[in-house]
């Protein structure tokens, strides 16, 4: 076996570098400490959205483990990402306690439905560690399952890609449904605190986007990390090849399985920095529509890169940020050009662009 890549080289580590400094210094000083009539102040909409953005790339940098790296197209991880924004939507009706419209210990909508007690999966859903394990557990234990007998059955390509479509849009029709105990179509929203501290304050906004920046970092250090291994080689094996891999005498039903839930946890992690940022989670987040925009991210920033889909991710959403205020009845049209320019002239996505470009400058 050839000597095993370092995770970054120098140029990585200090670009790294740089991006841990722009989102816990540079960022909270530009939001917190300079006065908001200032040039250089960063309004607390920027943070928000860039935050939302972040939350979003972790989930495109989760499809590239699985698309780009072992060429399983999942058409189905906005399940993964809803799963994990309700478990931390939970715990975050569970903290606004007796301040609801009906002051009742309930969540309002269980009130409005005349529930007396809580539904047996909102057992734990008062305990922040539960919750931290369950916005992992939940997306990775469904994961697993379904995973198991799709790769087992050795459903692959267009095949599998429709059924990761078809089990969202059963969990959406399913969460729609007021007796599952999940608010409806109206979902969670009017969140109150956090760990017992007042979630819409500026403090807890910027420290929420902080950690969403850290942790989509250490996602990225992670999973440059696993494809270097021997595991992604072999994920990469698959990709290419995944008969004769099998030839070589491994299984890829143990490998596709693992990356597939490692990358729904991710999705999960995803989910759970989302919904105190955003204030709301509701089934349309389970939208088929969704799962596909994290293709697009992953494919419109090039695949098999790791930077790639996080690139993808903040050009598109930036793009659909203007674009719904600018001309809201162009946006659809915006991503399917772009989806099918990206598919026919740019193959490899922005960044195959930009080494094509840097090798023509040799």
């Known amino acids: 076996m050839p000597s095993r890549p370092a995770v970054l080289g120098g140029w990585g580590w200090s670009s790294f570098i740089v991006a841990l400094?722009?989102?816990?210094?540079?960022?909270?000083?530009?939001?917190?400490?300079?006065?908001?009539?200032?040039?250089?102040?960063?309004?607390?909409?920027?943070?928000?959205?860039?935050?939302?953005?972040?939350?979003?790339?972790?989930?495109?940098?989760?499809?590239?483990?699985?698309?780009?790296?072992?060429?399983?197209?999942?058409?189905?991880?906005?399940?993964?990402?809803?799963?994990?924004?309700?478990a931390m939507g939970m715990y975050l009706m569970r903290q606004i306690g007796r301040d609801g419209n009906y002051k009742s210990e309930l969540p309002d909508f269980m009130v409005f439905l005349d529930w007396k007690t809580l539904p047996w999966h909102w057992s734990f859903s008062d305990s922040f560690a539960a919750t931290l394990f369950l916005v992992v557990a939940v997306p990775g234990i469904v994961a697993f399952v379904f995973g198991f007998f799709a790769f087992r059955s050795r459903i692959k390509g267009v095949y599998f890609s429709i059924i990761t479509q078809a089990m969202t849009f059963a969990a959406m029709l399913l969460f729609f449904r007021n007796e599952t105990g999940f608010g409806g179509n109206n979902g969670f929203t009017d969140f109150k605190r956090i760990l017992g501290t007042p979630i819409a304050t500026p403090a807890m906004r910027m420290g929420l986007f902080v950690l969403t920046g850290v942790t989509l970092l250490a996602f990225y250090l992670f999973a440059r990390w696993l494809v270097a291994s021997k595991f992604g080689r072999v994920l990469q094996a698959i990709r290419d090849a995944e008969t004769r891999v099998m030839f070589c005498g491994y299984s890829p039903v143990g490998y596709k399985l693992t990356i597939w839930t490692i990358s729904a946890m991710m999705c999960g992690v995803a989910g759970a920095l989302y919904v105190p940022q955003v204030g709301i989670i509701n089934p349309s987040e389970m939208s088929p529509a969704n799962?596909?925009?994290?293709?697009?991210?992953?494919?419109?920033?090039?695949?098999?890169?790791?930077?790639?889909?996080?690139?993808?991710?903040?050009?598109?959403?930036?793009?659909?940020?203007?674009?719904?205020?600018?001309?809201?009845?162009?946006?659809?049209?915006?991503?399917?050009?772009?989806?099918?320019?990206?598919?026919?002239?740019?193959?490899?996505?922005?960044?195959?662009?930009?080494?094509?470009?840097?090798?023509?400058?040799?």
């Open 291 to 362: 799962s596909i925009e994290i293709a697009i991210w992953a494919a419109v920033g090039g695949r098999a890169t790791l930077i790639g889909p996080i690139v993808g991710a903040f050009i598109v959403n930036g793009a659909k940020s203007w674009l719904t205020v600018a001309a809201p009845e162009f946006w659809l049209y915006f991503l399917g050009a772009l989806f099918i320019s990206v598919t026919l002239f740019l193959p490899n996505g922005v960044i195959g662009l930009l080494k094509r470009l840097k090798e023509r400058n040799k």
């Open 21 to 86: 400094v722009l989102v816990c210094a540079i960022a909270p000083v530009l939001n917190l400490a300079v006065p908001a009539g200032s040039a250089f102040h960063l309004s607390d909409y920027a943070v928000g959205l860039v935050g939302k953005i972040m939350c979003y790339a972790i989930c495109a940098l989760a499809m590239d483990l699985i698309w780009g790296y072992t060429g399983i197209l999942s058409l189905g991880h906005g399940l993964f990402f809803a799963l994990g924004g309700y």
